[in-house]
């Protein structure tokens, strides 16, 4: 049974039950680690995650490896400290958490001010020129759109947003602390515990979001560039004692998070055409970048914000 990792190493997965949290669980352990994931749940949808635990149980034994699940609000400081007190026993003294990857996605994803944007003329000019209803344009695009027609974007409806909700302070508070800052309270808690491996990763997630401005997503991203500032200092604070933090930029990804933001397929079409490999990152893309830095050859990468998007980011051309 040939491993990646040495017997008794723990990733700790904050929102592993979708996504790039649960691709990452099922990377690392088929690589041999052991997996301990927090996550929040209805019960409704335990019926979709409950199987997917059980087959990574079943892998994870294949590798001498464990698997241990809270389904708890990881944003809860008593249930992330009684998380931790449980993690403790588990590992006893000889096992440590060599990985600690910060994957929650929830936050407000609203528009500042009521939208006001000039009117769509694509879909009328091409009804005009042949002769038919502006609003059969429309549904030809959208039908084919969906079938993988990115070039046609531009003639679909416009995104739709809320127009009685906007964000306000508590929003972009709440928003910060979940998908950003409370990745602190997890390190410290791990760090005070004595839980961390001798050579040990942290990981958030962050996206392009971060330096572009999309509409809704002005809370988000401003967690995502306090997740940024919070890893580089993890990064020179806890490397000291062999912890290294670096945060994964991944490309327009399908996730439940990206179907939470309005207008996530023309994101999707924009995103396969702008990017050189003409498709979208996938959460096996991201988890397998984890993998690779979570390894002692990439110990000296840390305080790093890693693009991992297939060129998408540096493109400027569209196919």
């Known amino acids: ?77 008593e249930r992330r400290d009684a998380v931790l007190d449980e993690l403790t026993a588990l590992l006893g003294e000889s096992e440590r958490v060599r990985v600690l990857l910060h994957s929650i996605a929830f936050g407000n994803l609203k528009l500042l001010v009521p939208e006001k944007t000039p009117p769509r003329t694509a879909a009328a000019a091409v009804a005009r020129r042949l002769g038919v209803e502006e609003e059969s344009v429309v549904e030809a695009a959208q039908e084919l ?55 040990a990763r942290v990981f958030g997630l962050t996206s392009e ?39 994964i930029q991944a490309g327009v990804t399908e996730t439940p998070a990206l179907a939470a933001i309005p207008g996530s397929d023309h994101l999707k079409a924009q995103a396969r055409l702008r990017n050189p490999l003409g498709r979208l990152t996938t959460p096996r893309d991201v988890a397998s970048v984890i993998h690779l830095l979570s390894l002692p050859e990439a110990g000296w990468i840390n305080g790093d914000v890693i693009r991992v998007d297939g060129g998408e980011h540096i493109s400027g051309a569209t196919r």
């Open 1 to 77: 049974m040939a491993t990646d990792f040495p017997g008794g190493v723990w990733a700790l997965i904050l929102g592993g039950s979708s996504g790039f949290g649960l691709a990452t669980v099922q990377k690392l352990a088929e690589a041999g680690m052991s997996v301990a994931i927090v996550h929040r749940d209805r019960r409704g949808a335990m019926k979709r995650i409950a199987p997917e635990f059980e087959k990574l149980e079943a892998l994870a034994a294949g590798q001498g490896a464990r698997v241990r699940t809270w389904n708890v609000d990881a944003i809860d400081p």
């Open 145 to 199: 759109l969906a079938d993988g027609e990115d070039g046609l974007h531009t003639l679909t409806r416009a995104p739709s947003y809320p127009d009685k909700s906007f964000l306000d302070e508590d929003d972009f508070a709440r928003t910060i602390l979940s998908m950003g800052t409370s990745l602190l309270g997890w390190t410290q808690g791990v760090f005070a515990r004595g839980l961390f491996a001798d050579d």
């Open 209 to 247: 979001g971060n330096e572009v401005a999309w509409k809704g997503y002005a809370a988000v991203s401003a967690a995502k560039v306090s997740l940024e500032a919070l890893a580089r200092s993890i990064a020179v604070e806890l490397g000291p004692y062999g912890v290294r933090c670096n945060v």
